[in-house]
């Protein structure tokens, strides 16, 4: 499988304070999502760690949500569904910049306590998700949501995050 090339700005010391290598975790879980969306060629992204006040700002400015909040992507093919990058992947060297993602730790631990789900699986399933809506996937319409869930709940499951059985293809559920 090739790789994804993570590129990290960490604003609040996250991968500083880790009690693991939180690069290799990540690099492990995304390296899943990859293979379970048949992506084959090498990707490249970004993410950044941000505070709850930058999280709230950049949710403002682009979603117009007045709120922190735990995860946004900006996905750099965003609309641009008729995008035919056939003549690129065949070059091994080809390298598909998918976006970046804005990551509120502070966010994914009070949900992770208000869900119950624990850090890990709520920091997991934050990130997949962020990942999942990078390379185009959505869930606004109940069946994009059914299929976005869908792959979301299959790598959890086979990285050892499950999802509840009602989140697997409705999002959160509890």
């Not at 598909?96 to 509120?104: H, N, Y």
């Not at 185009?136 to 869908?150: S, T, V, W």
């Not at 995050?161 to 989140?167: F, I, K, N, T, V």
Request: hydrophobic content about 35%; overall charge negative; glycine content about 8%.
């Amino acid at each position: 499988m090739t790789s994804i090339e993570i590129t990290y700005n960490d604003e609040v010391g996250f991968l500083e304070n880790a009690d693991r290598d939180w690069q290799d975790w990540i690099a492990k879980l995304l390296l899943l999502a990859k293979k379970a969306i048949a992506k084959e060629n090498n990707l490249a992204m970004s993410i950044n760690f941000v505070d709850e006040e930058r999280s709230h700002a950049i949710n403002k400015q682009y979603r117009e949500k007045d709120r922190p909040t735990d995860v946004i992507s900006f996905a750099i093919e965003d609309g641009e569904d008729d995008l035919n990058l056939a003549a690129f992947t065949a070059d091994p060297d080809f390298q598909e910049d998918i976006g970046d993602l804005f990551m509120c730790p502070s966010v994914i631990k009070r949900h992770s306590k208000e869900y119950g789900t624990g850090w890990d699986r709520e920091f997991g399933y934050t990130l997949v998700h962020g990942f999942l809506h990078l390379n185009g996937y959505d869930h606004i319409k109940p069946d994009e949501a059914k299929e976005m869930f869908g792959i979301q709940g299959k790598v959890l499951e086979e990285y050892g995050l499950p999802l509840y059985p009602d989140q697997l293809d409705e999002g959160r559920g509890k």
